[in-house]
């Protein structure tokens, strides 16, 4: 397959950040990456090729050469979650009848864009087999099990001039007709656990099932749920995977980010630092590494909206298909600096690379991304990069076929600068 059937597939089997960190590692293994476990001891040379989990949903992986006190560290991140809709621990509602499930929005959600939309669940159960023993499953059940039908407009006659939604009433999936009494757990277990074993917990989400595709006069652009954040997640996999040093390239791919990443597996928790110990246990060594190191923080970049292009500063307005984004934000929303950008702008001057910058308005707020966490833990220098989109946090985004090369040979030049 070419770079974009992959990304597609990747794509469509990655439905929730659990899904999303195991494909990657599929590539990784495939390429002769070996895992570490947290818990376990690990060889006391490190050079070569690893990866290691947490919460089944974070992913670093990393090829250490004998050049690395000498060349110091390259590093790409980027997070495996995406805005959707989580389903409630206890989540089973009748409503006049109907089997729905109550949801909360997980990170900024373009809540509009769920309605009249085919949604499956996906996600992992914790399980009790039995001989008792806890057990964690990752779960797709692909096909559509659930749908948000709008309100009809002639008993919401301003529909059409906006109205606030109010997740708690308006977002419940619908999964039966009336006469079924639901029972999430229940139909977990049948459906994804052979009928055996007892479902304590999951943590599940709701997805859209149209597969991502090529769309436009030419099948120019890709259509996609979730390509924030996994389109970057998938590039960076496939720079690494192909990576020959001699500079030692790692990779942290982070949960959590949509909600603000202050969990362990997130990028305000010490999973990168803890993995750095473990490279490096000497610690005046390991500032010296650090020193040598940089990120290249990759998030998807806003994409002017030909429609709405009063919300972006003239200037500093991303085209889709015109290559990478450097992104920069006085308030360090961003951690890009003229230095790291200068850097990164001559990788692609090389490589014949086209490139753009992203400045918002200056009377708007800025998104942010893992970049500022990660570097105010660690102390090493980069920028932040993305591919530009639009519709982002939608159900459905989209970007430029031709962008996905422009990136990954972006993040190949990253690796492999000296």
């Not at 980010?257 to 010490?270: I, L």
């Not at 991304?369 to 591919?387: A, C, E, K, M, Y």
Request: proline share 5%; with cysteine.
């Amino acid at each position: 397959m070419n770079q974009t059937d992959q990304l597609l597939a990747f794509l469509q089997n990655s439905p929730s950040p659990f899904h999303g960190a195991g494909e990657a590692i599929k590539i990784l293994s495939q390429a002769g990456y070996a895992e570490l476990k947290e818990g376990e001891a690990w060889p006391e040379n490190l050079t070569g090729k690893y990866w290691v989990t947490r919460n089944d949903s974070s992913l670093i992986a990393f090829h250490l050469t004998e050049q690395l006190d000498e060349l110091g560290l390259r590093l790409i991140g980027a997070h495996t979650d995406s805005p959707c809709l989580k389903v409630k621990p206890l989540a089973d509602e009748q409503k006049q009848g109907h089997w729905t499930l109550g949801i909360e929005p997980y990170g900024g959600v373009l809540l509009a864009t769920w309605f009249d939309r085919d949604l499956s669940l996906a996600g992992r159960v914790s399980w009790l087999d039995d001989q008792g023993n806890l057990q964690n499953t990752l779960v797709n059940l692909e096909k559509p099990v659930a749908v948000i039908p709008s309100l009809a407009i002639h008993l919401r006659r301003n529909a059409n001039d906006g109205w606030k939604i109010n997740p708690q009433k308006e977002l419940n999936p619908i999964l039966s007709l009336p006469g079924v009494e639901g029972d999430l757990r229940a139909y977990l277990k049948q459906h994804c656990l052979g009928g055996v074993g007892t479902v304590l917990d999951y943590d599940l989400f709701f997805y859209p099932t149209e597969a991502p595709q090529l769309i436009g006069v030419n099948q120019e652009m890709i259509a996609s749920a979730r390509l924030d954040n996994l389109l970057s997640c998938f590039a960076a996999t496939q720079s690494l995977s192909t990576h020959q040093g001699p500079v030692s390239a790692m990779m942290v791919l982070n949960d959590h980010e949509e909600v603000g990443s202050r969990t362990s597996a997130g990028a305000a928790g010490n999973f990168l630092e803890s993995v750095l110990d473990r490279i490096c246990q000497d610690r005046p060594q390991k500032a010296q590494l650090l020193s040598r190191s940089s990120l290249l923080s990759v998030d998807n970049a806003h994409a002017v909206h030909p429609n709405y292009a009063d919300q972006h500063d003239p200037k500093n307005a991303p085209l889709l298909g015109a290559g990478p984004v450097i992104k920069s934000n006085a308030s360090q929303s961003y951690i890009t600096d003229s230095v790291s950008s200068a850097r990164f702008q001559k990788i692609c001057q090389s490589r014949s690379i086209p490139y753009q910058h992203f400045a918002t308005r200056a009377d708007l707020r800025c998104g942010s991304t893992i970049g500022p966490l990660t570097v105010q833990r660690i102390g090493i220098s980069g920028l932040d990069i993305g591919v530009p989109t639009l519709g982002m946090h939608s159900i459905r985004e989209l970007m430029a076929q031709k962008d996905l090369g422009y990136l990954i040979e972006a993040m190949n030049g990253w690796l492999e600068e000296t």
